[in-house]
């Protein structure tokens, strides 16, 4: 019987900390904005680049206006044809539910980006990672900060957080250069070498993506509480923190595991919901700035989520810790004056 009520007690923990978790998220709608205009703001100059390709290949041909009213595949393959660069990422995978597929079918795969958006990625991983700092501030204070503090939050945090990015980066660099060849490429093949089944072979590699999947989300569970632990607890040495977020996620596997699960399902089902409204090429007007308009609430929804993973997972810990609006270091100004804060 006691046992019973401990998984009920935890089940109800896990949906406790996600249902806390979108209210954090619904009270600081300008958080979800700001993460929406910065991935805007890195995208925007991608976008102007390939536009003026586009245009500068079309020109005033009758290609254009066939462009214009439909998909023209003809002039698709010559534009690939000679297209380099940036210009070589514009293929038919970046229509609609193609590319989410293509981004999650990369990831399983372990594929490279292209080399041309290498750079704006780069640079926009490091702007996720300067804002997580303030971010999970705000979440774990439950309280308007304002921006002098979110920012100086975010300042505060990002020197132990680029830190914490580097041992990240090594971390998934092993997992996708070495883990994943060794799964796919050498396990898989051995065993399916001298199979005549096809479905046996399908499930060999339904079985070697639980694999690589299951180390993927250990690897996020502990980076994710890492950060968690170093804004809460106020913490600056990274490794302390990766060690404290070890042991807290072994002291609370299930929970820790329910809730990133429950997320997780929650971002495959806004993948189902897309598949089905995922608008197509269209054409010039109305259908164009329709299909533009659905893309961006994809894209918001799917940074909401992101958002709700941080928030979620902050609730988790500190209601673990019996006190869920704990944050070890006082509010931050800026500039940074512990002093000042002291008097106050």
């Known amino acids: 019987m006691g046992s019973g009520w401990q998984v009920v007690a935890r089940a109800s923990g896990v949906l406790s900390a996600f249902a806390d978790g979108w209210r954090r998220v619904r009270a600081a709608p ?15 100059p991608l976008a102007i680049t390939m536009r003026g390709m586009i245009e500068s290949h079309l020109g005033r041909s009758l290609a254009a206006g066939a462009a214009a009213d439909g998909v023209n595949y003809d002039w698709w393959q010559e534009f690939a044809a000679q297209a380099t660069g940036l210009g070589a990422t514009f293929t038919p995978s970046v229509i609609g539910f193609a590319a989410t597929l293509d981004s999650i079918g990369g990831i399983a795969d372990g594929q490279a980006p292209a080399v041309s958006v290498r750079a704006a990625l780069a640079a926009y991983l490091a702007g996720w990672l300067f804002l997580s700092g303030g ?4 979440y774990a204070r439950q309280r308007p900060t304002r921006a002098p503090a979110f ?43 001298d199979l005549a089944v096809e479905r046996t072979a399908l499930l060999w590699r339904g079985g070697m993506y639980l694999i690589f999947g299951a180390l993927l989300t250990a ?16 913490r600056r040495s990274m490794l302390g923190a990766l060690s404290a977020a070890l042991g807290f996620i072994l002291r609370h596997p299930g929970r820790t595991l329910a809730l990133y699960v429950l997320n997780t399902l929650m971002f495959l089902l806004l993948v189902a919901a897309w598949s089905l ?11 164009m700035w329709l299909g533009l308009f659905a893309g961006q609430l994809y894209v918001l929804a799917r940074l ?7 928030a979620s997972q902050t609730s ?3 209601g673990t810790l019996a006190h869920a609006s704990y944050v070890a270091a006082p509010v931050p100004v800026w500039p940074e004056s512990p002093a000042a804060e002291s008097l106050s």
């Open 304 to 310: 909401a989520l992101k958002l709700q993973f941080m």
């Open 151 to 193: 920012f100086s939050a975010c300042g505060v945090y990002f020197l132990r957080f680029l830190r914490l990015g580097v041992m990240a980066g090594l971390v998934y660099w092993f997992l996708f250069t070495y883990v994943h060849e060794w799964l796919f490429d050498e396990w898989y093949v051995r065993a399916t070498r």
């Open 316 to 318: 988790l810990f500190q």
């Open 277 to 287: 409204v995922a608008p197509g090429a269209g054409s010039a007007g109305r259908s």
């Open 30 to 44: 300008v958080l979800v904005a700001g993460v929406f205009a910065l991935t805007l703001l890195f995208a925007l």
């Open 135 to 138: 971010l999970l501030d705000r």
């Open 219 to 234: 690897a996020n569970l502990l980076f994710d509480y890492a950060k968690i632990r170093a804004v809460v607890e106020d």
